[in-house]
C-alpha cells in the first residue's frame, strides 16, 4: 500500500448531487468520510466499489473534505453477500459502529478486529452467534465491559449472577434486592464470546430459545449504556 492510501470498510455512503456519493468508511484512524464524484454513472469503475460493506483501498485527496480519486477491493467477501443472515450481521456491525465509536477510541485495534470478524463471518457456519462475540467486545471495547469473576458490591467470585439492565454481578448475597438477574449457566456462553480470540471461535451451537434469550441480555446491555436499537439487528430478528 502506498502512503497516500488508505483501507477502509464502507460503513454507508448516501447519495450527493446528481451522480456522486459521499461514503462513510471504517478505518485504522477511525470514520472518515470522503466525497467520490461521478460513481452512479455507468461507466464509472468506482460504481461496485462505493458500497456499504465494500473493503477497499482507497486514495483520497488532502483537502479538509477528501474526494476519492482512485479505489481498489481488498477482499471480496462471497459468502457474506449471498447469505442474507451474514448480510444483516455485516450490517449491524456497520450500524454499531457508525453510531457509537468517537475519536478517542483505539481504533487501530477496533479495525484490526473488525477485519478478522469479516473473514469469519464469510465462512462461519453460526453467524448469529458471531454476532454476539462481536456486540460483546465491542461492549467492552467501548468501556461498557463486564467483570464477569466479581460480584459488584463485595469480594465474592461464585455463584454470580448477571443483572439483566446494567451489567452488573451479584453474589449470593447481595443478590435479593435486585428483580432481574440471570443465573450463571444462563449467561456463561457470553462470556465465552467476549473471551474468544475471534479467529479461533467454534460455535456453541445452542438452540434458538437459548440463543433468543442471550441475544435480548446482549440488547438490554446495549440499550441502557449506549441506547442503541440498530435497525439491521430489528431486521435479523424478523426474518431470523
Ligand atoms: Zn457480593
Same mark, same amino acid.
Not at 39 to 45: A, N, T, W
Given at each position: 500500500m502506498k502512503p497516500d492510501e488508505t483501507v477502509g470498510y464502507i460503513l454507508k455512503t448516501v447519495d450527493y448531487g446528481d451522480h456522486g456519493k459521499i461514503l462513510y468508511a471504517y478505518t485504522s484512524s477511525g470514520i472518515i468520510s470522503a466525497i467520490a464524484r461521478g460513481?452512479?454513472?455507468?461507466? @464509472?469503475?468506482l460504481r461496485h466499489l462505493v458500497q456499504a460493506g465494500m473493503l477497499v483501498t482507497m486514495h483520497l485527496s488532502k483537502s479538509k473534505f477528501p474526494t476519492l480519486k482512485e479505489a481498489s477491493m481488498v477482499k471480496y467477501h462471497q459468502a457474506i453477500r449471498n447469505d442474507i443472515i451474514k448480510t444483516t450481521v455485516a450490517s449491524t456491525v456497520r450500524e454499531l459502529i457508525y453510531y457509537n465509536v468517537n475519536e478517542h477510541d483505539d481504533h487501530p485495534k477496533l479495525f484490526n478486529f473488525v477485519l478478522k470478524f469479516l473473514d469469519v463471518l464469510d465462512t462461519t457456519e453460526a453467524p448469529l452467534e458471531l454476532l454476539m462475540v462481536f456486540e460483546m467486545k465491542f461492549l467492552y471495547f467501548l #468501556?461498557? #465491559?463486564? @467483570?464477569?469473576?466479581?460480584?459488584s458490591r463485595c469480594e465474592v467470585s461464585e455463584k454470580l449472577s448477571l443483572d439483566l439492565y446494567t451489567g452488573m454481578m451479584f453474589c449470593e448475597q447481595h443478590a435479593d434486592e435486585n428483580t432481574s438477574l440471570i443465573k450463571h449457566e444462563t449467561y456463561q456462553p457470553l462470556q465465552y464470546y467476549l473471551h474468544v480470540d475471534v479467529l479461533k471461535f467454534q460455535p456453541l451451537k445452542l438452540n434458538k430459545t437459548t440463543q433468543t434469550i442471550l441475544s435480548n441480555i446482549i440488547d438490554s446491555l446495549y440499550e441502557t449504556h449506549l441506547s442503541t436499537k440498530t435497525k439491521a439487528k430489528q431486521l435479523l430478528k424478523s426474518i431470523d
Open positions: 460513481v452512479k454513472k455507468m461507466h @464509472s469503475p #468501556g461498557y #465491559g463486564i @467483570s464477569f469473576n466479581r460480584c
